[in-house]
Each structure stands twice: as C-alpha cells, then as structure tokens.
T-cell receptor, first 112, second 116 residues
Framework: AQSVSQHNHHVILSEAASLELGCNYSYGGTVNLFWYVQYPGQHLQLLLK??????LVKGIKGFEAEFIKSKFSFNLRKPSVQWSDTAEYFC??????????FGGGTRVLVKP | DTAVSQTPKYLVTQMGNDKSIKCEQNLGHDTMYWYKQDSKKFLKIMFSYNNKELIINETVPNRFSPKSPDKAHLNLHINSLELGDSAVYFCASSQVSGRRITGELFFGEGSRLTVL
C-alpha cells in the first residue's frame, strides 16, 4: 500500500525566507506526485504535479518541487515566501489504483 | 462557475441523527471521491466512484453510505451520527484511465459537520 510522510508538522518563518518542505513516499512502482495547498478556511488547490519528464517541476505562486526517484522524495521549495503563503501544505501520491494518498500536512506560518 | 460544489457548507446536528451531503461536478470527470479531514487536518479517502460504480471503499463504518446517481453527482449519507464523525468532508473529482489518475483532483469547498 502506498503511504506518504511529511517530515515537518509545523514551520514558522519570516517573510523573504526560503521554504523547503520534505515529502517521502513508499511505493516501488510508477507514481504521480502532487503538492496541494489549503489556505485557512478554504479547499485544497493544486500547487504543482509530476507525472513524468523533467524531475524539477515548477508550479504556481513561485513554488517548485524536485522528484528524486532514488530517494522516493518530492520536496517542495520556494526561494522567498510571503505572508500570503501561510497555509497547510499537503504532499500526495497516486500509484496503483485511482486514489490519491495524502501526507499528514505541514502547517506553514509566515510572519510579516 | 464552480467546478465541484458541495452542499451544505455547514451542518450542525445532534448525535443519533441522519444527515446527507451532496456533491456535483461540472468538469466531465468520470471519477468522484469523498475525503474526510479531521481536526488535525489529516486527509483520508473514504470512497471513490467511477462512472457510478463504487471502486474504493476504505475502512469506513457502514453508517456511511455513498450514492452516485450519475457520474456528475456523488452524495454521502450518514446514519446515527456520532461525535467522532465531526470533521470536514471534501468531495473531489478526477479523470481516470486504466485505473490511474490522469490529472489532478479538483476539490469542493468542504462541508463542515459538527455533531453535538
């Protein structure tokens, strides 16, 4: 069964700081990888996704993620965060079957 | 024009009651889902329907019964509500080919259920 782990539960940083959120998954076959963001009180929105090709994926709002197959990782990065990036971030994996399995989420608080 | 819409957005009810949440998608997707998000924000899949056929049924109490009258609608009925059912329930849809998701999941805005 596929599983996803996000290492950081809470991250607090100041505006303009760089952000990196870790995500590891357990599944030996072909995977599709996603990062979703949930702003306070809102639904989940897609930040970026990886299906194949260039392992460095660029998403919306200046986010990017790198798929490292050998490490089963798909870490999310943003060089310079803004206060508006305060949100919950979820890594998700789709492997065998048609369901998306989510990590436990990382709550990011950006101080102005 | 909302892609995935759920009603109601908020639901407050007493233990033991029965309630339903409705979901509709206008994206033309063939697969719909119900996810439960608990108070710690953990998201767990409950059910998935592909073209009105139940294909995923995780370990969910049988008090929860999904129904899909057509591929654009997926409803969730909950009998004999318990305190632990309090959560936000998200509906989602996607396109699936050969049992693999071919695109992102689009989520509804969630239905916050509070059981007193």
């Amino acid at each position: 069964a596929q599983s996803v782990s996000q290492h950081n539960h809470h991250v607090i940083l100041s505006e303009a700081a760089s952000l990196e959120l870790g995500c590891n998954y357990s599944y030996g076959g072909t995977v599709n990888l996603f990062w979703y963001v949930q702003y306070p009180g809102q639904h989940l929105q897609l930040l970026l996704k990886y299906f194949s090709g260039d392992p460095l994926v660029k998403g919306i709002k200046g986010f990017e993620a790198e798929f490292i197959k050998s490490k089963f990782s798909f870490n999310l990065r943003k060089p310079s965060v803004q206060w508006s990036d305060t949100a919950e971030y979820f890594c998700a994996v789709s492997a065998a079957g048609n369901k998306l399995t989510f990590g436990g989420g990382t709550r990011v608080l950006v101080k102005p | 024009d909302t892609a995935v819409s759920q009603t109601p957005k908020y639901l407050v009810t007493q233990m033991g009651n029965d309630k339903s949440i409705k979901c509709e998608q206008n994206l033309g997707h063939d697969t719909m889902y119900w996810y439960k998000q608990d108070s710690k924000k953990f998201l767990k899949i409950m059910f998935s329907y592909n073209n009105k056929e139940l294909i995923i049924n995780e370990t969910v109490p049988n008090r929860f019964s999904p129904k899909s009258p057509d591929k654009a609608h997926l409803n969730l009925h909950i009998n004999s509500l318990e305190l632990g059912d309090s959560a936000v329930y998200f509906c989602a849809s996607s396109q699936v080919s050969g049992r693999r998701i071919t695109g992102e999941l689009f989520f509804g805005e969630g239905s916050r259920l509070t059981v007193l």
